[in-house]
């Protein structure tokens, strides 16, 4: 689109805010609405902000930042509002003297997608974002009582939700959504909406857009919407399984008819690449300390270091179908990470694997779940760390890590995490009182 097209786009059908919408590091959706008066304004990028006010942006001291709008990002939201059409659009953050600003994080995956062109590849993702779904009370609180109690693709009435999921699909499609598939999942009151692969980027769009969307949908239908991996202990939690492949000339590069399980050199390198880094970017990919709740034996989420193909219980599968659909799954993201900055440590990692060559192990195409601690150990699989802090401090040990984010994401990243793990372990939890209260 051009601004004028924007422009006229707007008046015709009579836009009374736009939002001018940004990532922060952790990935919290931040806006910046504008009347029409200012749309022309805030189209020349004009608009500005107190950077020092948005968590691990900016200091006090340099605090204006300026928010450049990707044109092609342009949609009117759906939702009804009294006071008129919002349409929203997706902005870079910039300094003032028009220079990419360090901590934004779409910024980052770009940059990342201009090494893979260097290199004579684009990368296509496909995400599955898991949600649940939660009744409010009587104050309109969000608790933890499930909507219903239904299970894998089950239909209503014990899917209370199907209503609400298929008016999140209603709305998706109206913001140029193509969804494949929309279901319950294995958990009470858990649901996946699928949609169609992209372009980095364009995905990671669509990932910050469809969490707006999911928590907005559930709000108008009394319900709280949470992408937080792991709310309810003895239950599954919630991944964001993520299919990616790299593209060269139009032509899948990670297929070869004739090779071992048809995948060529730059996929085996490719999953290498990942099974090198994994321990290394899993802070950015399951960033909070919740995220290592759902990271444990028994609940079908990945642990172990390793990957085959179909086998879904390693950390990497490689789905079956061949083709222009060829592709890896990594299946350890969680819905809470930053989708920009988590697409971009895994393609950083990917990428540094085909580079340098790194031939992945054999497949493991037996049920690891099920193995014992000497038949891992035999086949060198190894398993990921167990809390937020074990990963940050391999985080912090990776120079790939720190060459991708960047000096000002890298830092102001690890200091935030190791404070929220300290301000967790200094707290006393309802286990804790649970089974020592009367016990010592």
Not at 105 to 117: F, G, N, Y
Not at 246 to 257: E, H, I, S, V
Not at 267 to 275: D, Q, S
Not at 340 to 367: C, F, H, Q, W
Request: glycine share 6%.
């Amino acid at each position: 689109m051009k601004k004028a097209d924007i422009l006229k786009t707007c008046q015709a059908e009579d836009v009374r805010f736009l939002r001018l919408q940004f990532s922060d590091i952790f990935g919290i959706n931040k806006n910046v609405e504008v009347p029409a008066s200012q749309f022309e304004k805030a189209l020349d990028g004009e608009i500005m902000f107190d950077g020092s006010s948005v968590d691990g942006f900016s200091r006090i001291e340099e605090s204006d930042m300026v928010l450049n709008p990707d044109y092609n990002t342009f949609a009117i939201m759906p939702f009804s509002s009294p006071h008129g059409k919002v349409a929203r659009i997706i902005c870079d953050v910039m300094n003032p003297d028009g220079t990419p600003f360090a901590g934004c994080p779409r910024q980052i995956l770009k940059r990342v997608c201009a090494r893979a062109e260097t290199m004579g590849y684009t990368m296509a993702v496909g995400p599955e974002a898991e949600f649940f779904l939660f009744q409010l009370d009587d104050q309109g609180n969000a608790t933890l009582k499930t909507h219903d109690a239904a299970g894998y693709f089950d239909m209503a009435p014990s899917d209370l939700a199907e209503e609400a999921r298929q008016e999140m699909v209603n709305v998706m499609i109206q913001m140029g959504f193509e969804v494949e598939a929309a279901h319950h999942e294995v958990a009470h009151g858990q649901h996946e909406i699928d949609f169609k692969y992209a372009d980095a980027v364009t995905t990671a769009d669509n990932i910050s857009t469809f969490k707006l969307i999911v928590r907005k949908v559930a709000q108008q239908y009394g319900l709280h919407a949470t992408f937080m991996p792991k709310p309810i202990f003895g239950i599954n939690g919630s991944g964001m399984h993520t299919n990616m492949s790299l593209f060269k000339d139009d032509a899948n590069a990670f297929y070869a008819p004739n090779a071992e399980f048809q995948l060529s050199d730059a996929a085996h390198y490719y999953i290498g690449g990942i099974l090198k880094h994994v321990r290394s970017f899993l802070a950015i990919t399951n960033p909070l300390v919740n995220s290592y709740k759902r990271l444990v034996p028994g609940y079908e989420a990945p642990i172990n270091v390793a990957w085959s193909e179909r086998n879904r219980s390693p950390l990497v599968r490689v789905p079956a179908k061949r083709g222009n659909s060829t592709r890896i799954e990594v299946r350890v993201p969680d819905p809470a990470c930053n989708p920009y900055l988590a697409l971009a440590v895994m393609l950083a990692a990917g990428l540094d694997g085909i580079e340098n060559r790194l031939t992945p192990p054999p497949p493991v195409n037996k049920n690891i779940f099920a193995m014992s601690q000497r038949e891992k150990r035999r086949l060198r699989i190894d398993e990921l760390p167990s809390n937020l802090l074990k990963s940050v401090e391999a985080m912090e040990k990776s120079k790939l890590m720190r060459e991708t984010l960047g000096d000002h994401v890298f830092f102001h990243f690890i200091a935030s995490k190791r404070q929220e793990w300290s301000r967790y372990i200094s707290q006393v939890h309802k286990w804790e009182v649970d089974n020592y209260l009367t016990l010592y």
